[in-house]
């Protein structure tokens, strides 16, 4: 069965790091674009960064001010989104996705994904 699955979320203090990963199983994720996304508690999905087949990064919003960054190992598999210096407005459900419609795709768009993670919880209390 073809799926992402996202792993490392959990709590931690403001200030903190987390590392979360999204591993691909029953196909190669580098042939694809892989993106990582968020939603807030009572908010809508939010674009954080993808990294393409060839290692190309796209980010997003100016808010995240470089905490965030995007990463690829194909020996693994596994796609990562290191997070630095974490705040409360961290707070949210992290997805990873690809469009496995496109190989070598180079479109960073939610809209445009195709497969997703079940997102792992990530939490900065105040």
């Known amino acids: 069965q073809v799926q992402l699955v996202e792993s490392g979320g959990g709590s931690v203090q403001p200030g903190g790091s987390l590392r979360l990963s999204c591993a691909a199983r029953?196909?190669?994720?580098?042939?694809?674009?892989i993106g990582w996304f968020r939603q807030a508690p009572g908010k809508e999905r939010e674009g954080i960064s993808c990294?393409?087949?060839?290692?190309?990064?796209?980010s997003y919003s100016d808010s995240l001010e470089g905490r965030f960054t995007i990463s690829r190992d194909n020996a693994k598999n596994t796609v990562y989104l290191q997070m630095n210096s974490l705040k409360p407005e961290d707070t949210g459900v992290y997805y990873c996705?690809?469009?496995?419609?496109?190989?070598?795709?180079?479109?960073?768009?939610?809209?445009?994904?195709?497969?997703w993670g079940q997102g792992t919880q990530v939490t900065v209390p105040s």
């Open positions: 990294i393409s087949s060839s290692g190309v990064v796209t």
């Open positions: 996705a690809t469009d496995m419609r496109a190989l070598y795709g180079s479109s960073c768009e939610d809209r445009k994904m195709d497969y």
């Open positions: 029953g196909f190669t994720l580098d042939h694809f674009i």
